[in-house]
């Protein structure tokens, strides 16, 4: 392998293919935010791919942003905002991996115990771990001023030890945590010994973003180990392994396009209607969350209702959002 880390060509391409990357997320992540906030009803399940795809949209921003100012506007890309849209990205970005970890232990929980609804402190403290957390770190880096510039590509990192101990070591305790119950999940539906709170269809479905986020990550975590040791980067390994982030959004779309049941009947029956939504669901997430927000205040709570699927007692789940 030669070392490949010091060509301001390569640092280019990279950063143009981050944007194109980060672009498709984009786009993806919107229109499962539009379509959740504009048709679903945010109960059971769908609180957790929603937040996934919030903290997947919120990420290709934070990437697409700073890859345009490092290309074309690079006098006006002041170290504030280089560091400040780093933050941006990273607490977006461990916001994503965090709720996977949350999901895949929402899953496992409910096909060990009948009937599984999180009470309202384990929402607490699972938004305090997904964006309380990231929030925390930003905070301690900027206060230890340990942020540094990239001198080729003009993006800002983190120094080591911070880089380390602060942004990588709490992902790849995630990413362990998110293996291990994944594994478990699957263990329990072979054996199928543990009685079951979700139907194994849900199951199955909701475990694919688990799989997406270990899939685009296994080789960042193992790059970055290597590199940690030897610092003589490869261009190829940083491109794939850069873009292979950047589209874990546009993997988790894809996810809930083929597997969502409704969101393809709609399709069918309004394909223009969807085609719209889709090319400009970026510019209407926001709308779609003040639709949402005031739809959920103007219509009152009912209690979620049981249901029976082939004799097995399912959770209380509004399973049509994620149908």
């Given at each position: 392998?030669?070392?490949?880390?010091?060509?301001?060509?390569?640092?280019?391409?990279?950063?143009?293919?981050?944007l194109?990357?980060?672009?498709?997320?984009?786009?993806g992540?919107?229109?499962?935010?539009?379509?959740?906030?504009?048709?679903?009803?945010?109960?059971?399940?769908?609180?957790?791919?929603?937040?996934?795809?919030?903290?997947?949209y919120?990420?290709?921003?934070?990437v697409?942003?700073?890859?345009?100012?490092?290309?074309?506007?690079?006098?006006?890309f002041?170290?504030?905002?280089?560091?400040?849209?780093?933050?941006?990205?990273?607490?977006?970005?461990?916001?994503?991996?965090?709720?996977?970890?949350?999901?895949?232990?929402?899953?496992?929980?409910?096909?060990?115990?009948?009937?599984?609804?999180?009470?309202?402190?384990?929402?607490?403290?699972?938004?305090?771990?997904?964006?309380?957390?990231?929030?925390?770190?930003?905070?301690?880096?900027?206060?230890?001023?340990?942020?540094?510039?990239?001198?080729?590509?003009?993006?800002?990192?983190?120094?080591?030890?911070?880089?380390?101990?602060?942004?990588?070591?709490?992902?790849?305790?995630?990413?362990?945590?998110?293996?291990?119950?994944?594994?478990?999940?699957?263990?329990?539906?072979?054996?199928?010994?543990?009685?079951?709170?979700?139907?194994?269809?849900?199951?199955?479905?909701v475990?694919?973003?688990?799989?997406?986020?270990?899939?685009?990550?296994?080789?960042d975590?193992?790059?970055?180990?290597?590199?940690?040791?030897?610092?003589?980067h490869?261009?190829?390994?940083?491109?794939?392994?850069?873009?292979?982030?950047?589209?874990?959004?546009?993997?988790?779309?894809?996810?809930?396009?083929?597997?969502n049941?409704?969101?393809?009947?709609?399709?069918?029956?309004?394909?223009?209607?969807?085609?719209?939504?889709?090319?400009?669901?970026?510019?209407?997430?926001?709308?779609?969350?003040?639709?949402?927000?005031?739809?959920?205040l103007?219509?009152p709570?009912?209690?979620?209702?049981?249901?029976?699927?082939?004799?097995?007692?399912?959770?209380?789940?509004?399973e049509?959002?994620?149908?």
């Amino acid at each position: 392998m030669s070392c490949e880390s010091a060509n301001p060509d390569h640092a280019q391409s990279t950063l143009f293919s981050g944007l194109f990357s980060a672009s498709i997320s984009l786009f993806g992540s919107a229109f499962m935010l539009t379509t959740f906030l504009f048709r679903g009803k945010g109960k059971g399940i769908s609180k957790f791919i929603t937040f996934i795809a919030l903290g997947d949209y919120v990420a290709s921003v934070g990437v697409i942003i700073p890859n345009v100012f490092a290309l074309y506007f690079p006098d006006a890309f002041t170290y504030s905002w280089c560091v400040g849209l780093r933050f941006l990205w990273q607490l977006a970005m461990s916001s994503t991996v965090f709720w996977t970890t949350c999901t895949t232990w929402f899953i496992y929980r409910s096909l060990s115990v009948i009937r599984y609804r999180p009470r309202w402190l384990t929402w607490i403290g699972m938004a305090l771990l997904c964006w309380g957390l990231p929030v925390l770190v930003c905070i301690l880096l900027g206060a230890l001023n340990a942020m540094d510039v990239a001198p080729l590509s003009g993006l800002c990192f983190p120094r080591e030890p911070y880089h380390l101990i602060l942004w990588f070591s709490p992902i790849i305790a995630s990413y362990l945590a998110t293996l291990l119950f994944y594994i478990l999940i699957h263990k329990v539906m072979w054996q199928k010994k543990a009685p079951l709170s979700l139907s194994m269809q849900v199951t199955y479905r909701v475990s694919l973003y688990a799989l997406i986020f270990l899939l685009c990550w296994a080789l960042d975590i193992g790059a970055y180990l290597y590199y940690y040791f030897n610092p003589c980067h490869v261009f190829a390994l940083d491109v794939i392994l850069y873009n292979l982030i950047n589209l874990q959004g546009a993997f988790d779309a894809i996810v809930f396009g083929a597997t969502n049941k409704q969101l393809k009947k709609d399709a069918m029956e309004s394909p223009l209607f969807t085609i719209i939504q889709f090319l400009f669901s970026p510019i209407l997430v926001f709308p779609a969350f003040v639709f949402f927000c005031k739809r959920t205040l103007l219509v009152p709570k009912q209690d979620l209702p049981l249901q029976e699927t082939l004799g097995e007692k399912v959770i209380l789940l509004s399973e049509e959002d994620h149908q």
